[in-house]
Each structure stands twice: as structure tokens, then as C-alpha cells.
């Protein structure tokens, strides 16, 4: 347990980082001190007692809270955390695969919202009136090209580097139709396996995207890809005690339910 000075100090750390300096940090804690009980909460617990814990990097807890707050539309807070990811080591080009990640989990107008909200910011930080570069574009394959890396990439998604992709083809077109062709062809084929973000980080937003909006089916299958692509169990539940802060404890505690039985199954395999 931590004593409130405690908490208070460990929480203007995290706002020095976050705000890019001592300076900022103050301002946020004058901010956050002006806002009564919930000013309180922010500073003492969210950054005292959930942002300063070694158990995740700042650069990872940034990529998640960018993530979860893109596929809720928070706005406001969002422009606060793509300074503050860039700040903690995420680059530019990082921050806008984020958006093009969520985009598959929560639905393109929500991407494109946060790259609106970005590009001015990413401007400044260069000194200038537009961003200097744009975002990377799609990679536009031929259809047979497509089709192959998106089940290719379900062999890492799955964990089995055996896979009969053939197989596993015909059983999601059958089950999902035309849907099937877009996981497959969309999701997988154009998106995951672009190289703007590591498989790893790209687990990480789309297992926090599907906590914040508690969609329990999707996010139990990608507890599992996210073990299959090196994200360690510390790891998730450090993602999931960060989604009590900016998606509540319902959710939260959902998603933790979820982990601790992929968790098990994970053991029972071994």
C-alpha cells in the first residue's frame, strides 16, 4: 500500500513523461487538483498507482490508452495522449497504425476521427502549420496476394505454424460467406501484416480496443494470438488494470475473467 505523498509523487513523475517536462506536469497537477474527488482520482490513482507501475513500459501503456480511447471517440483525452505517446517514445508513424488498427476493431469513422485530431498535433511538434509527412498508404496487392497473407498470417495468430491454411480458408467462408473473404482478405491480408507496427504492438491495440468496448467473443480469441505474438501475461493484465481507468471496472474485470481462462487453457495445452 502507498501512502498518499507517495502516490502524489510517483503521479507527477508520470505526469513529467507524459507532459514532456516538469512544467507541464505541474499544470496537469493544478489541473487535476482544481477538479475535486475525480481531479484527485487522476492524479493519485490513475497516474500514482496504475501509469507508474514498472510492470509495463510508458511507450506500451501510451499504444493502449491511445488505442482504447480512439475506439470510444474521447476526444478531448485523446489529444492529451497522442502528445503524451510521442513523448514516451511512440513515433509518429507508430501512432498513425494505431489508428488504422482500430479501424478494423471499432470501425473506420473512428480512425479517421483520430488522425484528424493527431495531424495538427504531430504538426506542431515539428514547428509547423502541416504535418511534414503523410501517413504510410495501403498496399494495394492483387487478389490472389491478398488472400495468401492474410491466412499465412493466421499461422502466427493461431500458433500453428502447420496450419492447413486450405482447410481453415474453407471453414471461415463457410461459417462467415462474404464477411469471411473481409476477415480474411481486409483484417488480415491489408492490415496485419503491415510492418508500420509489430504483430506484438498490433495484439496489444486490438485486445485493448475489444476491452473498452467489451466485445468478449473477438477478445477471447485475441488473448490467445496475443500470446502467440510474444505478449507476456504480465503484460495483458497490466493492459487490463489500465482499461479500470479509462473504460471502467466492468469491462476491466470482464476482460481479466477472459485472460485468466485463456491463461489456464494455455496451461492445460502444455
Given at each position: 500500500?502507498?501512502?498518499?505523498k507517495t502516490?502524489?509523487?510517483r503521479?507527477?513523475?508520470?505526469?513529467?513523461?507524459?507532459?514532456g517536462?516538469?512544467?507541464?506536469?505541474k499544470?496537469?497537477a493544478?489541473y487535476f487538483?482544481?477538479?475535486?474527488?475525480l481531479g484527485?482520482?487522476?492524479?493519485?490513482?490513475?497516474?500514482g498507482?496504475?501509469w507508474s507501475r514498472?510492470?509495463?513500459?510508458?511507450?506500451?501503456?501510451?499504444?493502449?490508452?491511445?488505442?482504447?480511447l480512439?475506439?470510444?471517440?474521447r476526444?478531448?483525452e485523446?489529444r492529451a495522449?497522442i502528445?503524451?505517446?510521442?513523448?514516451h517514445?511512440?513515433?509518429?508513424?507508430?501512432?498513425?497504425?494505431i489508428?488504422v488498427q482500430?479501424?478494423?476493431?471499432a470501425?473506420v469513422?473512428?480512425?479517421l476521427?483520430?488522425?484528424?485530431?493527431?495531424?495538427p498535433?504531430?504538426?506542431?511538434?515539428?514547428?509547423?502549420?502541416?504535418r511534414?509527412?503523410?501517413?504510410?498508404?495501403?498496399e494495394?496487392?492483387e487478389?490472389?496476394a491478398?488472400r495468401?497473407?492474410g491466412?499465412?498470417?493466421?499461422k502466427?495468430?493461431?500458433?500453428?505454424?502447420n496450419?492447413?491454411?486450405?482447410?481453415m480458408e474453407?471453414?471461415i467462408?463457410?461459417?462467415?460467406?462474404?464477411?469471411?473473404d473481409?476477415?480474411?482478405d481486409y483484417a488480415f491480408?491489408?492490415i496485419?501484416?503491415?510492418?508500420q507496427?509489430?504483430?506484438?504492438d498490433r495484439s496489444?491495440?486490438v485486445i485493448?480496443?475489444?476491452?473498452?468496448l467489451?466485445?468478449?467473443h473477438?477478445?477471447?480469441?485475441?488473448?490467445?494470438?496475443a500470446?502467440?505474438h510474444g505478449?507476456?501475461?504480465?503484460e495483458?493484465?497490466?493492459?487490463?488494470l489500465t482499461q479500470v481507468?479509462?473504460?471502467?471496472?466492468p469491462?476491466?474485470?470482464?476482460?481479466?475473467?477472459?485472460a485468466?481462462k485463456?491463461f489456464?487453457q494455455?496451461?492445460?495445452?502444455k
Open positions: 500500500m502507498r501512502d498518499p502516490r502524489r509523487q503521479g507527477l513523475d508520470v505526469l513529467s513523461t507524459l507532459g517536462s516538469e512544467e507541464n506536469a499544470g496537469m493544478q487538483e482544481s477538479r475535486g474527488a484527485t482520482i487522476a492524479l493519485y490513482t490513475g497516474a498507482e496504475i514498472d510492470e509495463m513500459s510508458r511507450r506500451d501503456r501510451s499504444l493502449v490508452v491511445i488505442s482504447a480512439t475506439a470510444l471517440g476526444e478531448t485523446l495522449h502528445a503524451g505517446g510521442l513523448n517514445g511512440l513515433s509518429v508513424d507508430e501512432i498513425d497504425e489508428f482500430v479501424a478494423v476493431y470501425g469513422p473512428f480512425g476521427a483520430a488522425a484528424g485530431i493527431a495531424d498535433i504531430f504538426a506542431e511538434r515539428d514547428g509547423a502549420e502541416a511534414k509527412t503523410s501517413p504510410a498508404p495501403l494495394i496487392k487478389p490472389e491478398r495468401a497473407d491466412l499465412e498470417f493466421l502466427t495468430l493461431l500458433g500453428q505454424p496450419l492447413d491454411l486450405a482447410e474453407k471453414r467462408l463457410e461459417s462467415q460467406g462474404f464477411m469471411g473481409l476477415v480474411i491480408g491489408d496485419w501484416v503491415r510492418p507496427l509489430s504483430r506484438r496489444l491495440v485493448s480496443v475489444l476491452t473498452a467489451n466485445l468478449k473477438e477478445l477471447e480469441i485475441h488473448l490467445q494470438g500470446l502467440n505478449v507476456t501475461r504480465v495483458i493484465e497490466e493492459m487490463l481507468l479509462y473504460s471502467g471496472f469491462r476491466a474485470i470482464d476482460g481479466m475473467i477472459l485468466r485463456v489456464a494455455a496451461d492445460e495445452m
